[in-house]
């Protein structure tokens, strides 16, 4: 599981570092000491498991939180034991309580482990396909029909096989409703079906007749998704 650890006091920062390198299905990306910068990691790659503490200067935890759309596996860090209700209500995976020894750490990451799993096996046999607004009603869209999503301002274009479809759904509605395995986000105006890309061209995606930019927020997670190396073939 890639690991993103965003921790402001040195010694914490340590400990979680060297507990995480001792477990093998571990792979620690980043180990950040604000939550800002995490937010630009999390748009950026694909994290699995976010190690997160609660009090911090300028932006805590759980605003960090309650800022994404979609967000990783959590297991929160914390020296208080007063948030425990609101992790909860967060559904973080687990609450370690500083100082915590690495027999705890190593039994909240196995549950992030085994919920990360579960999780991909219901994605697996998840519906194929969602049902978006229009103007006036609900749409029934086949995942396998869509190519792509284009933002128009208020609106958001469904490129289809045969049609095109206009919904006042956000980027962040319809990204909760099509898996990460298919779908991906590439530029703060285009979402596209990763099956349909026939060729990337200088940063740049063609389906079939169309396209589309590669913008620099994007792209690194992009390419991860499509298990290429981080640059531009």
Do not use: W
Not at 135 to 156: A, C, H, P, T, W
């Amino acid at each position: 599981m890639n690991c993103l650890i965003v921790e402001d006091e040195p010694l914490a920062m340590l400990r979680l570092k060297e507990y995480v390198q001792r477990v093998p299905f571990l792979h620690l990306n980043h180990a950040l000491d604000n939550a800002l910068d995490a937010i630009g990691v999390l748009h950026k790659e694909k994290i699995d498991l976010l190690f997160l503490d609660i009090e911090m200067d300028g932006f805590s935890g759980i605003q960090l939180l309650e800022s994404l759309p979609k967000r990783p596996a959590v297991i929160l860090t914390t020296a208080f034991d007063q948030y425990a209700l609101k992790g909860f209500d967060l559904q973080v995976v687990d609450y370690l309580l500083k100082p915590y020894t690495f027999e705890r750490f190593l039994q909240a990451v196995t549950r992030a482990y085994e919920s990360i799993h579960t999780g991909k096996e219901n994605e697996a046999t998840q519906s194929s396909f969602l049902f978006v607004k229009t103007e006036y009603r609900l749409q029934k869209v086949s995942l396998d029909n869509i190519l792509f999503v284009e933002g128009m301002r208020d609106y958001r274009r469904i490129h289809l096989d045969t049609e095109k479809i206009m919904t006042l759904e956000t980027f962040g509605e319809l990204a909760q409703q099509l898996p990460e395995s298919t779908f991906c986000r590439v530029h703060k105006s285009y979402l596209v079906a990763l099956n349909k890309i026939e060729a990337i061209e200088r940063d740049r995606i063609r389906i079939q007749n169309t396209l589309i930019p590669i913008s620099d927020t994007y792209r690194e997670r992009f390419y991860q998704s499509i298990g290429r190396p981080l640059k531009s073939p």
